[in-house]
């Protein structure tokens, strides 16, 4: 995860390559039982508050980025392997997932 990590830190935002949050509901469904993408989150970096659909997307050969449609910080990495599925929500003040 660490070489993907860099790769989109290395990279010059804003990019207009992304897909809006939606595209994650897939993967996101592998790890949470909920509709994740109408969860509500809030940026640490800029405090921006809004659904993970929301979020731009960039998917990469080894997961995804959700970036923070305000300031571009990212919000949530996914990285998926044969064995396991990597999730960091460093970028997520919370997250609140609806019932």
């Known amino acids: 995860m660490t070489e993907m990590v860099e790769d989109f830190e290395r990279q010059d935002f804003p990019r207009k390559d ?3 949050g939606n595209a994650a509901a897939g993967m996101l469904s592998s790890v949470f039982s909920a509709d994740v993408t ?3 989150g809030r940026c640490v970096n800029c ?3 809004a659904v993970v659909a929301a979020s731009r997307l960039y998917p990469d050969d080894h997961g995804m980025v959700l970036r923070c449609a305000v300031c571009e910080s990212v919000l949530v990495r996914i990285v998926e392997t ?3 599925t990597c999730l960091d929500l460093r970028g997520l003040g919370f997250l609140e997932i609806f019932a």
């Open 82 to 84: 044969d064995h396991s």
């Open 38 to 40: 109408s969860a509500r």
């Open 47 to 49: 405090g921006n508050e």
């Open 18 to 20: 992304y897909m809006d």
